[in-house]
């Protein structure tokens, strides 16, 4: 396919991609949002996430970790997820966005990777739970970012030289593995730190 016209044709599964993965972490947010206020409005509830000692989100939501600006973590999931879901739909509506866009998007992408790998190190390592919901939302930022990343240079939405939009667009088909080896490396990590296993196995 030449360059213009994949420059013109509409990118169907990475706007549906993007489109689906902003819905299961906007709602997954959005759950927690949920189950946050109602912990706020009666100190005796149970959390829907609070599934035995290990798998639950109490006490993530109650955690200095869980509201890291002053107000919790759910509130900027809950309005970070709009951005790729209004980036789906434009695409699907036949939108180009320009080069400094995708940056701008890329960055933001980018915070919330950072966010929920830091989230993720709190959750194992100090509060020593596993957040159902928290795991939603790492599920789908993490191939939200990889293939944000490299996508936009490897079909030339943000230019680069003929050799490096080449490097990209490999590291672009091989996205999938750079992401199974994330999944890898939570799941390895978690269970030397915490035997989910174990615990799965007795739910």
């Known amino acids: 396919m030449s360059s213009e016209l994949r420059a013109h044709s509409r990118p169907i599964a990475f706007a549906l991609f993007t489109l689906i993965a902003g819905v299961v972490g906007w709602f997954a947010s959005f759950e927690?949002?949920?189950?946050?206020?109602k912990t706020l409005q009666d100190?005796?509830?149970?959390?829907?996430?609070?599934?035995?000692?290990?798998v639950t989100c109490g006490p993530n939501m109650a955690s200095w970790q869980g509201s890291l600006l002053g107000f919790s973590n759910t509130i900027i999931g809950v309005s970070a997820f709009v951005a790729p879901i209004a980036v789906g739909v434009a695409l699907l509506a036949g939108a180009r966005f320009s080069?400094?866009?995708?940056?701008l998007y890329q960055v933001g992408l980018l915070a919330g990777f950072t966010l929920i790998c830091w989230l993720f190190s709190q959750s194992v390592?100090?509060?020593?739970?596993?957040?159902?919901?928290?795991?939603?939302?790492?599920?789908?930022?993490?191939?939200?970012?990889?293939?944000?990343?490299?996508?936009?240079y490897?079909?030339?939405d943000i230019p680069v030289s003929a050799g490096?939009?080449?490097?990209?667009?490999?590291c672009y088909s091989w996205s999938w593995v750079v992401i199974l080896v994330c999944y890898a490396v939570i799941a390895f990590v978690a269970q030397l730190q915490l035997?989910?296993?174990?615990?799965?196995?007795?739910?």
Do not use: D
């Open 99 to 103: 080069a400094w866009f995708w940056a």
């Open 195 to 203: 035997n989910w296993i174990a615990e799965f196995s007795r739910m």
């Open 32 to 37: 927690l949002l949920t189950e946050y206020i």
């Open 43 to 54: 100190p005796g509830y149970i959390p829907n996430c609070s599934v035995s000692i290990l």
């Open 154 to 156: 490897a079909v030339g």
């Open 125 to 152: 390592f100090v509060i020593g739970t596993l957040c159902p919901w928290c795991m939603v939302v790492w599920t789908v930022m993490i191939p939200l970012w990889w293939v944000s990343f490299f996508r936009p």
């Open 164 to 170: 490096t939009q080449r490097f990209f667009a490999k």
